[in-house]
């Protein structure tokens, strides 16, 4: 007789029922906060280079997926927005985008110069400048424009207006072009094409039309003034209107249709003034009403958009929401949970062969039977104490245990009771049945022979055991003296593999193997046996050896075998690895990875692994070694966390508190969006230029620290991209910056470079390469000009020199011939002269006249010292030590000495002694000594003074010397004739040449000089020589 323990647990338990929770869509909301011009966003395009342009009502924005840049008007500056508020948007082929504005006409933004264009009535004969609608009709290369007045087409080649519709001034709300028919919707005409005579059925439904959307099913879908979506044929004619209110009938109420874009499922979304969405069913022709938002819109909605990777743009009073289906693969249900405030973490779900759902959570048990749409909540109590449901199993033989904070259960499905496992009365007390402080964390069925037992982990205690068949229990405890591990007490999991070795995984041992000891068997122990048997396991560890280092893991958390007889484990410290248990020295090898903390594990695949971390679902491809996680951005909730459980498909679930994800790994969509990167913004020394991203860019060597920021326009997971960067001419290889947009180089060298720079998607797609010029100037003196200028400069250099050696050489051969000339002149003919007198005294001696011989000698002795004195001139003036404006001056003064000393005549040399050092050339002082000793010779010869004065002064670049005497003078008028004065020291009139003036004037011209000479009779004579010298 089976005797059901029920008498220890409470039989008035509440429980609680709920319905099947609908589908909830996730929903990104983007709002001013987040760097939008404003909240309400009006209108919405993308443009060819993979930008979002979203129009507001205060501005005008380009999104790339995670920066917003801002365009607004600015006062006085025809290039920029025309108006602030934004009322539709349109593209042309030629990538100009097209604005309309609710008070200023419309306006153009061409990329490449990145300045707007205004049109409005002052430019264009538009009779308002409210714009409705633009819309691009590519069969005209037009621009259809929908105002407040009337229909206009614009032409793009002439940018003038070739069509203004004649028929009417009525508002046009939108314009739709299908190949190159136009049909309009404007103010209480409907819909009609151009050309067509005014809808005139002014008492019917869809009089006055706010949007028109074609349909995939070939049809026109409108939105009025009412509470319909309207259905119209081509021609165009009124098919059918749907409410969407609920009301049933056909009203002109405040709520109506006002955009409307289709999905890639054949859904209609609708947007209202103020119901929010509502979708409409192509394939049923009816409104759904099992979609819900995570995020409710209850708004005005006043565009809807799809792009090409069919993520549903919606813009609305209250900012931008963006469905993506990336972000909606993971479907997840809330449970009913009780209103009282308490942890209800889902920790696993079994589902039974008929179909019933069973789900434990930390509150208590969420149920439902295959038929039913709703879920029950029911907890329970045992011992006058409420339990904590931590553990729910089914057995090989569809029973179902589930594990608590006391002990381990039978779960009774058809009452939805927990019955105790049967055992010995005396029992009872025995650890199996009151745990403290502890849980039963994981069980497993455990084939000991050909028998089977249930096994629990109570964390902390033991593990153990029960044989249900004959009501015994077990635990287990490691062999006395086992000191190959320390037993794990710390359990996470219980896992048997196909081989039926039995493994641990715990936090403190990391990953044990239990081997029962050869004798024990089930059978062995009596019936219903009183004992509570000790069973002595042998526990077996694993570790890493490398030499004398030991490399243990600690902390696993979930295991899972693979069909080579290795496992994947998973830990919260060490991350993935890959687990050898025949591997004696290396059982473990460490899977590389950021992701370090890790819980529960599933297979996908051969191939794929995912895994429950703290940041959300983890998958890890096994032969690229890559992992891709999916968080809140991807639509899984915050909080997942423990184990995964499947429905017994390929569907895998993880709870959460209150609820859980389920999702099938095959049909993850992946990332198809390659990104479009582009430079959008730089920095030059902390400076925006981003005008300059429009040309080459040319800077300035001292203009040489950079900052880009890459656009990569990925919209689903941008934050998944990695930029990848290298500057030719400066990087050998490529860089990789991450997900950081921003890429600085500093202190450029001067060259030409070319900055390269692309993106990859988180699946691994590769945006096309994008390259900008870059010039660094270097400065003059590192340039070519430089080097050839200096190049011309030493090679005129050299030849000046080298001239400059020439005709130093040529004037030193020119001064040493002179030299030569005028030892030659001079000396030759005073040593003539003294040949002579020598020849006259040796016929004088011969005749034996003394006294004309001792004339003869004096004059012999006289010529003689003039070849001595000339010798020492030349000499002198050769001489380079020579050289400076004092040793002149001390030669000077020494002739003077002997010369006029000699004749009695008094004399004074002035000089300016700071000119003292000034150098002269060898010419120069050669000849102005010789012009000075020639005046001196003239003095003591013809002036018959008592006094002379010799002045040399400096006078800017000039050198001065003046010789003036007190004597009787002459007239210089008569050189080279007769004096007009008697000479009184001779007999009659003497003949003055003036050989010696001349000599003295041609000297001082061949140093470029100037010579003067005043004289007057009785008046003495002054010279003057002004020559040049170097500074």
Same mark, same amino acid.
């Given at each position: $007789?089976?005797?059901?323990?029920?008498?220890?647990?409470?039989?008035?338990?509440?429980?609680?029922?709920?319905?099947?929770?609908?589908?909830?869509?996730?929903?990104?909301?983007?709002?001013?906060?987040?760097?939008?011009?404003?909240?309400?966003?009006?209108?919405?395009?993308?443009?060819?280079?993979?930008?979002?342009?979203?129009?507001?009502?205060?501005?005008?924005?380009?999104?790339?997926?995670?920066?917003?840049?801002?365009?607004?008007?600015?006062?006085?500056?025809?290039?920029?927005?025309?108006?602030?508020?934004?009322?539709?948007?349109?593209?042309?082929?030629?990538?100009?985008?097209?604005?309309?504005?609710?008070?200023?006409?419309?306006?153009?933004?061409?990329?490449?110069?990145?300045?707007?264009?205004?049109?409005?009535?002052?430019?264009?004969?538009?009779?308002?400048?409210?714009?409705?609608?633009?819309?691009?009709?590519?069969?005209?290369?037009?621009?259809?424009?929908?105002?407040?007045?009337?229909?206009?087409?614009?032409?793009?080649?002439?940018?003038?207006?070739?069509?203004?519709?004649?028929?009417?001034?009525?508002?046009?709300?939108?314009?739709?072009?299908?190949?190159?028919?136009?049909?309009?919707?404007?103010?209480?005409?409907?819909?009609?094409?151009?050309?067509?005579?005014?809808?005139?059925?002014?008492?019917?439904?869809?009089?006055?039309?706010?949007?028109?959307?074609?349909?995939?099913?070939?049809?026109?879908?409108?939105?009025?003034?009412?509470?319909?979506?309207?259905?119209?044929?081509?021609?165009?004619?009124?098919?059918?209107?749907?409410?969407? *209110?609920?009301?049933?009938?056909?009203?002109?109420?405040?709520?109506?249709?006002?955009?409307?874009?289709?999905?890639?499922?054949?859904?209609?979304?609708?947007?209202?003034?103020?119901?929010?969405?509502?979708?409409?069913?192509?394939?049923?022709?009816?409104?759904?009403?099992?979609?819900?938002?995570? *995020?409710?819109?209850?708004?005005?909605?006043?565009?809807?958009?799809?792009?090409?990777?069919?993520?549903?743009?919606?813009?609305?009073?209250?900012?931008?929401?963006?469905?993506?289906?990336?972000?909606?693969?993971?479907?997840?249900?809330?449970?009913?949970?009780?209103?009282?405030?308490?942890?209800?973490?889902?920790?696993?779900?079994?589902?039974?062969?008929?179909?019933?759902?069973?789900?434990?959570?930390?509150?208590?048990?969420?149920?439902?039977?295959?038929?039913?749409?709703?879920?029950?909540?029911?907890?329970?109590?045992?011992?006058?104490?409420?339990?904590?449901?931590?553990?729910?199993?089914?057995?090989? *033989?569809?029973?179902?245990?589930?594990?608590?904070?006391?002990?381990?259960?039978?779960?009774?499905?058809?009452?939805?009771?927990?019955?105790?496992?049967?055992?010995?009365?005396?029992?009872?007390?025995?650890?199996?049945?009151?745990?403290?402080?502890?849980?039963?964390?994981? $069980?497993?069925?455990?084939?000991?022979?050909?028998?089977?037992?249930?096994?629990?982990?109570?964390?902390?205690?033991?593990?153990?055991?029960?044989?249900?068949?004959?009501?015994?229990?077990?635990?287990?405890?490691?062999?006395?003296?086992?000191?190959?591990?320390?037993?794990?007490?710390?359990?996470?999991?219980?896992?048997?593999?196909?081989?039926?070795?039995?493994?641990?995984?715990?936090?403190?041992?990391?990953?044990?193997?239990?081997?029962?000891?050869?004798?024990?068997?089930?059978?062995?122990?009596?019936?219903?046996?009183?004992?509570?048997?000790?069973?002595?396991?042998?526990?077996?560890?694993?570790?890493?050896?490398?030499?004398?280092?030991?490399?243990?893991?600690?902390?696993?958390?979930?295991?899972?075998?693979?069909?080579?007889?290795?496992?994947?484990?998973?830990?919260?410290?060490?991350?993935?690895?890959?687990?050898?248990?025949?591997?004696?020295?290396?059982?473990?090898?460490?899977?590389?990875?950021?992701?370090?903390?890790?819980?529960?594990?599933?297979?996908?695949?051969?191939?794929?692994?995912?895994?429950?971390?703290?940041?959300?679902?983890?998958?890890?491809?096994?032969?690229?070694?890559?992992?891709?996680?999916?968080?809140?951005?991807?639509?899984?909730?915050?909080?997942?966390?423990?184990?995964?459980?499947?429905?017994?498909?390929?569907?895998?679930?993880?709870?959460?508190?209150?609820?859980?994800?389920?999702?099938?790994?095959?049909?993850?969509?992946?990332?198809?969006?390659?990104?479009?990167?582009?430079?959008?913004?730089?920095?030059?020394?902390?400076?925006?230029?981003?005008?300059?991203?429009?040309?080459?860019?040319?800077?300035?060597?001292?203009?040489?620290?950079?900052?880009?920021?890459?656009?990569?326009?990925?919209?689903?997971?941008? *934050?998944?991209?990695?930029?990848?960067?290298?500057?030719?001419?400066?990087?050998?290889?490529?860089?990789?910056?991450?997900?950081?947009?921003?890429?600085?180089?500093?202190?450029?060298?001067?060259?030409?470079?070319?900055?390269?720079?692309?993106?990859?998607?988180?699946?691994?797609?590769?945006?096309?390469?994008?390259?900008?010029?870059?010039?660094?100037?270097?400065?003059?003196?590192?340039?070519?000009?430089?080097?050839?200028?200096?190049?011309?400069?030493?090679?005129?250099?050299?030849?000046?020199?080298?001239?400059?050696?020439?005709?130093?050489?040529?004037?030193?051969?020119?001064?040493?011939?002179?030299?030569?000339?005028?030892?030659?002149?001079?000396?030759?003919?005073?040593?003539?002269?003294?040949?002579?007198?020598?020849?006259?005294?040796?016929?004088?001696?011969?005749?034996?006249?003394?006294?004309?011989?001792?004339?003869?000698?004096?004059?012999?002795?006289?010529?003689?010292?003039?070849?001595?004195?000339?010798?020492?001139?030349?000499?002198?003036?050769?001489?380079?030590?020579?050289?400076?404006?004092?040793?002149?001056?001390?030669?000077?003064?020494?002739?003077?000495?002997?010369?006029?000393?000699?004749?009695?005549?008094?004399?004074?040399?002035?000089?300016?002694?700071?000119?003292?050092?000034?150098?002269?050339?060898?010419?120069?002082?050669?000849?102005?000594?010789?012009?000075?000793?020639?005046?001196?010779?003239?003095?003591?010869?013809?002036?018959?003074?008592?006094?002379?004065?010799?002045?040399?002064?400096?006078?800017?670049?000039?050198?001065? $010397?003046?010789?003036?005497?007190?004597?009787?003078?002459?007239?210089?008028?008569?050189?080279?004739?007769?004096?007009?004065?008697?000479?009184?020291?001779?007999?009659?009139?003497?003949?003055?040449?003036?050989?010696?003036?001349?000599?003295?004037?041609?000297?001082?011209?061949?140093?470029?000089?100037?010579?003067?000479?005043?004289?007057?009779?009785?008046?003495?004579?002054?010279?003057?020589?002004?020559?040049?010298?170097?500074?």
């Amino acid at each position: $007789m089976r005797i059901i323990l029920r008498l220890l647990i409470y039989l008035s338990i509440p429980c609680y029922s709920a319905k099947c929770q609908e589908k909830s869509i996730s929903l990104k909301k983007i709002t001013a906060e987040d760097g939008l011009a404003d909240s309400r966003v009006t209108c919405i395009i993308r443009d060819q280079l993979g930008f979002m342009w979203i129009g507001t009502k205060d501005g005008l924005c380009r999104y790339d997926g995670r920066d917003f840049y801002v365009f607004r008007n600015r006062a006085n500056d025809t290039t920029s927005l025309c108006s602030n508020n934004i009322t539709c948007l349109a593209y042309d082929k030629d990538s100009i985008l097209w604005i309309g504005t609710s008070s200023s006409g419309f306006c153009s933004y061409d990329f490449r110069t990145q300045q707007f264009e205004t049109y409005n009535n002052q430019n264009l004969p538009l009779y308002s400048n409210i714009i409705n609608a633009i819309t691009y009709d590519s069969s005209r290369n037009a621009l259809w424009l929908g105002i407040n007045g009337g229909l206009y087409l614009f032409s793009l080649q002439t940018r003038t207006i070739i069509l203004r519709n004649p028929e009417s001034l009525r508002n046009v709300y939108d314009v739709h072009v299908r190949d190159s028919t136009v049909f309009i919707g404007s103010l209480l005409q409907s819909l009609r094409k151009t050309g067509d005579p005014f809808y005139r059925n002014t008492l019917g439904p869809a009089l006055t039309l706010n949007i028109i959307c074609e349909g995939s099913d070939g049809k026109l879908w409108c939105g009025s003034w009412d509470n319909a979506l309207h259905e119209f044929n081509d021609d165009p004619q009124l098919l059918q209107s749907y409410i969407f *209110d609920g009301s049933g009938k056909l009203n002109f109420s405040s709520d109506e249709i006002i955009s409307i874009a289709e999905d890639g499922n054949q859904i209609l979304w609708c947007g209202t003034k103020s119901s929010g969405l509502h979708f409409f069913d192509l394939k049923t022709k009816s409104f759904r009403t099992d979609v819900k938002f995570s *995020d409710a819109i209850t708004s005005r909605i006043y565009t809807i958009y799809r792009d090409d990777f069919n993520r549903m743009w919606v813009g609305t009073e209250q900012g931008l929401y963006v469905h993506d289906p990336l972000q909606n693969q993971f479907d997840v249900t809330l449970l009913p949970v009780p209103e009282e405030k308490i942890n209800c973490k889902v920790v696993d779900r079994v589902i039974t062969k008929g179909g019933s759902e069973y789900i434990i959570a930390v509150c208590g048990l969420f149920y439902r039977k295959k038929v039913e749409q709703e879920y029950h909540f029911k907890h329970f109590y045992y011992r006058n104490e409420r339990l904590q449901l931590t553990s729910i199993f089914r057995s090989e *033989d569809g029973t179902i245990y589930i594990g608590t904070n006391k002990t381990i259960f039978v779960l009774d499905t058809v009452n939805i009771e927990l019955d105790l496992i049967q055992s010995n009365e005396q029992l009872k007390d025995k650890l199996f049945y009151k745990l403290y402080s502890s849980r039963i964390t994981g $069980m497993t069925d455990v084939h000991i022979a050909d028998r089977k037992l249930i096994a629990g982990l109570a964390y902390g205690h033991t593990i153990l055991m029960a044989d249900v068949k004959r009501k015994n229990l077990f635990s287990l405890n490691a062999l006395p003296g086992d000191t190959t591990l320390k037993f794990e007490y710390f359990f996470r999991k219980i896992f048997m593999d196909v081989q039926n070795r039995i493994w641990i995984c715990g936090s403190t041992q990391g990953i044990t193997q239990i081997v029962f000891p050869a004798e024990f068997h089930p059978d062995s122990f009596s019936l219903s046996d009183p004992q509570d048997h000790k069973i002595m396991v042998r526990t077996y560890g694993y570790k890493n050896t490398e030499g004398n280092q030991e490399v243990r893991i600690n902390d696993v958390y979930d295991i899972l075998e693979n069909n080579d007889g290795s496992f994947w484990l998973t830990s919260e410290v060490s991350g993935l690895i890959r687990f050898f248990p025949g591997k004696r020295n290396t059982p473990f090898s460490f899977i590389d990875g950021e992701h370090k903390s890790l819980q529960g594990l599933a297979k996908q695949d051969e191939n794929n692994l995912w895994m429950i971390t703290s940041k959300g679902l983890l998958n890890y491809n096994i032969p690229s070694g890559a992992y891709k996680l999916f968080d809140s951005k991807n639509g899984v909730p915050q909080g997942i966390g423990g184990y995964f459980f499947n429905d017994g498909d390929r569907l895998m679930n993880a709870g959460f508190d209150g609820g859980y994800v389920s999702f099938d790994p095959f049909r993850i969509l992946k990332d198809t969006e390659r990104p479009q990167v582009h430079a959008t913004k730089l920095w030059v020394m902390d400076e925006e230029h981003d005008s300059l991203l429009l040309h080459k860019l040319v800077l300035k060597h001292d203009r040489n620290f950079l900052k880009f920021y890459l656009s990569s326009n990925c919209f689903s997971n941008n *934050d998944q991209v990695t930029y990848l960067f290298r500057l030719a001419g400066i990087d050998e290889e490529w860089r990789s910056n991450g997900n950081d947009p921003f890429v600085s180089y500093t202190n450029l060298p001067p060259g030409k470079f070319e900055f390269l720079f692309k993106a990859i998607n988180g699946d691994g797609l590769e945006s096309e390469m994008q390259s900008i010029p870059l010039i660094i100037i270097p400065p003059f003196h590192k340039t070519i000009y430089f080097y050839l200028v200096v190049a011309f400069t030493l090679m005129a250099g050299v030849y000046a020199f080298y001239k400059y050696r020439i005709s130093q050489i040529l004037k030193i051969q020119e001064v040493r011939n002179k030299i030569a000339r005028d030892l030659h002149d001079d000396i030759g003919s005073t040593i003539g002269s003294i040949s002579l007198f020598s020849q006259v005294a040796s016929v004088k001696l011969m005749q034996d006249k003394p006294e004309e011989i001792k004339t003869i000698l004096e004059k012999i002795k006289t010529s003689s010292r003039e070849i001595v004195d000339k010798t020492s001139d030349a000499v002198w003036a050769v001489k380079a030590t020579n050289d400076t404006l004092k040793n002149l001056v001390f030669r000077m003064e020494s002739h003077a000495a002997s010369l006029l000393g000699a004749a009695g005549i008094q004399f004074n040399i002035d000089y300016d002694q700071n000119a003292g050092d000034i150098k002269l050339e060898m010419s120069l002082r050669k000849n102005l000594f010789y012009v000075y000793k020639e005046a001196l010779h003239n003095i003591t010869k013809y002036a018959a003074c008592t006094e002379v004065n010799i002045i040399i002064k400096k006078a800017g670049n000039k050198l001065e $010397m003046s010789i003036e005497d007190n004597g009787k003078g002459f007239n210089h008028s008569n050189i080279g004739g007769r004096v007009s004065e008697r000479d009184p020291d001779s007999e009659g009139e003497r003949l003055y040449n003036g050989n010696g003036i001349k000599n003295m004037e041609a000297r001082a011209e061949e140093i470029g000089g100037k010579f003067q000479i005043n004289s007057a009779p009785g008046k003495g004579t002054s010279i003057k020589v002004t020559v040049k010298i170097s500074p």
